[in-house]
T-cell receptor, first 110, second 113 residues
Framework: KQEVTQIPAALSVPEGENLVLNCSFTDSAIYNLQWFRQDPGKGLTSLLLIQSSQREQTSGRLNASLDKSSGRSTLYIAASQPGDSATYLCAVYNNNDMRFGAGTRLTVKP | DAGITQSPRHKVTETGTPVTLRCHQTENHRYMYWYRQDPGHGLRLIHYSYGVKDTDKGEVSDGYSVSRSKTEDFLLTLESATSSQTSVYFC????????????FGSGTRLTVV
């Protein structure tokens, strides 16, 4: 059974810092990996999707990497802003089964 | 939100009553999913559908049933609601077996009293 772990569970940083969120998974046989953002009381917004054949994806200040063989992904956020405060979830997909991590709750202080 | 809506957004119901949640999409995606999100458990798959009238169970399907009579609608029914089914329910859609990623609805907050 695929297990997805996200570390740290919570992170607080001052505005302007660069930061890294970590995601690890136990079964490397994945089809893709997706990073989501969730604001309190809201749904999940897709940030980046990395196919199993890809090593990284970038969108604006966000960069996600994937090392399938070691079962790891990182989400890099550059020049963090208070508006980046949210919970970030990673999810791995294979065979109609998407497994989610518990998320990292990020707070960016002005 | 990318053509996926959930209704109702909030619902309070009594133990033992039936409840139906609706997910509606305008993307003509083949795959639709129902998840529940609970503190300490994260998101867990309840049921999914891979086409009209084609559904299958997920990780936490006990106490839930689903139906998909049209491509655009996926219904989740709690036959007899229990307090343990108090949760936030999310619907998601995907096109090619999830290969293009999932898109989520805004969620339904269900409270069973």
């Amino acid at each position: 059974k695929q297990e997805v772990t996200q570390i740290p569970a919570a992170l607080s940083v001052p505005e302007g810092e660069n930061l890294v969120l970590n995601c690890s998974f136990t079964d490397s046989a994945i089809y893709n990996l997706q990073w989501f953002r969730q604001d309190p009381g809201k749904g999940l917004t897709s940030l980046l999707l990395i196919q199993s054949s890809q090593r990284e994806q970038t969108s604006g200040r966000l960069n996600a990497s994937l090392d399938k063989s070691s079962g790891r992904s990182t989400l890099y956020i550059a020049a963090s802003q208070p508006g980046d405060s949210a919970t970030y979830l990673c999810a791995v997909y294979n065979n109609n089964d998407m497994r989610f991590g518990a998320g990292t709750r990020l707070t960016v202080k002005p | 939100d990318a053509g996926i809506t959930q209704s109702p957004r909030h619902k309070v119901t009594e133990t033992g009553t039936p409840v139906t949640l609706r997910c509606h999409q305008t993307e003509n995606h083949r795959y639709m999913y129902w998840y529940r999100q609970d503190p300490g458990h994260g998101l867990r798959l309840i049921h999914y559908s891979y086409g009209v009238k084609d559904t299958d169970k997920g990780e936490v399907s006990d106490g839930y049933s689903v139906s998909r009579s049209k491509t655009e609608d996926f219904l989740l029914t709690l036959e007899s609601a229990t307090s343990s089914q108090t949760s936030v329910y999310f619907c998601a859609i995907s096109d090619f077996t999830g290969g293009d990623g999932y898109t989520f609805g805004s969620g339904t907050r269900l409270t069973v009293v």
